[in-house]
Nanobody, 120 residues
Framework: VQLQASGGGLVQAGGSLRLSCAAS????????MGWFRQAPGKERESVAA????????YYADSVKGRFTISRDNALNTVYLQMISLKVEDTAVYYC??????????????WGQGTQVTVSS
């Protein structure tokens, strides 16, 4: 499985962005998907996740109420809608896929990152 993240950019604080992660292959609908981020000098952290069917989601406390993860299995794509962005959201964002199909399990595939920069 290959994952291609896109949609990052430069936005002012309070603004919005939508990240997309397109997956290759015909088994996308079986995978759980997650978004992670890594800011300079910090460890990678889990931001959001969604199970294979889209019926279960997870959000880090720092993004609850501001970020929404969703998926379109027909398009092999997972999204991360980000609103009310803060300077501290600045990071490289990565998408990942878990063959387990469930949240909280190891991720098997990783995409390249997309940079999100939030200016004050």
């Amino acid at each position: 499985v290959q994952l291609q993240a896109s949609g990052g950019g430069l936005v002012q604080a309070g603004g919005s962005l939508r990240l997309s992660c397109a997956a290759s292959g015909r088994t996308f609908s079986l995978y759980a998907m997650g978004w992670f981020r890594q800011a300079p000098g910090k460890e990678r952290e889990s931001v959001a996740a969604i199970n294979w069917s889209g019926t279960s989601t997870y959000y880090a406390d720092s993004v609850k109420g501001r970020f929404t993860i969703s998926r379109d299995n027909a398009l092999n794509t997972v999204y991360l809608q980000m609103i009310s962005l803060k300077v501290e959201d600045t990071a490289v964002y990565y998408c990942a896929a878990a063959r387990s199909g469930r949240i909280g399990y190891e991720y098997d595939y990783w995409g390249q990152g997309t940079q999100v920069t939030v200016s004050s």
